[in-house]
C-alpha cells in the first residue's frame, strides 16, 4: 500500500511552480506560463540528463540494450555492403574489364577482315575477263547474268 505524505516547502518563493495566493486548489495558474518562468538556457540534453531520474532502471536497462544491438546490427549491415560493393567493384576491374577489351580488340579484327576480303573480292571482279560478249568471243560460252540497265 502507498502512503501519501505532504511535505511543506520551506522556501515557497523559489519555487517555480508557487502562486501569489500559496493557494494548493488555484486553478488559475497553468503549467505553460509556470515554463515561460523556466530558465531559458536549459538544453536538450539536460533535459534528456533529467529524464533519469523518472524512468526506471530496468527500463533504461531495457532501452540501452535496444540501441545498442540496433546500433550493432546496423554496424554489421553497413560492413556486409561495402564488402559486396568492394567484392563486385574488383571482379568487375580484374575480369570484366578485361574481357570486354579483348571482346573489342576481337570485334576490330574481324571487321578488318571483312573489309580485307571485300577488297579482293573487288579486285578479282576486276582483273576477272568481263561477263559482256566481245566482238570475236564465242557465242556459244553461257552468259553471265547482268543486271537490267547495262
Do not use: C
Amino acid at each position: 500500500m502507498v502512503k501519501v505524505e505532504i511535505v511543506e516547502e520551506k522556501d515557497v518563493a523559489a519555487s517555480p511552480y508557487a502562486t501569489d495566493d500559496e493557494s494548493r486548489t488555484s486553478s488559475s495558474v497553468s503549467l505553460s506560463s509556470v515554463s515561460s518562468e523556466l530558465s531559458a538556457d536549459e538544453t536538450f540534453f539536460d533535459r534528456v540528463a533529467a529524464l533519469v531520474d523518472i524512468v526506471p532502471p530496468s527500463t533504461r536497462h531495457s532501452i540501452s540494450s535496444r540501441i545498442s544491438k540496433t546500433a550493432s546490427i546496423i554496424k554489421r549491415g553497413g560492413k556486409f555492403a561495402g564488402n559486396i560493393v568492394w567484392i563486385v567493384t574488383t571482379s568487375a576491374l580484374l575480369v570484366a574489364l578485361p574481357l570486354a577489351l579483348s571482346l573489342e580488340d576481337e570485334a576490330k579484327i574481324v571487321a578488318q577482315e571483312k573489309e580485307m576480303m571485300e577488297q579482293q573480292q573487288g579486285a578479282q571482279q576486276m582483273l576477272a575477263p568481263s561477263s559482256y560478249p566481245t566482238p570475236g568471243s564465242n557465242p556459244n560460252q553461257p552468259k553471265a547474268l547482268v543486271p537490267p540497265g547495262f
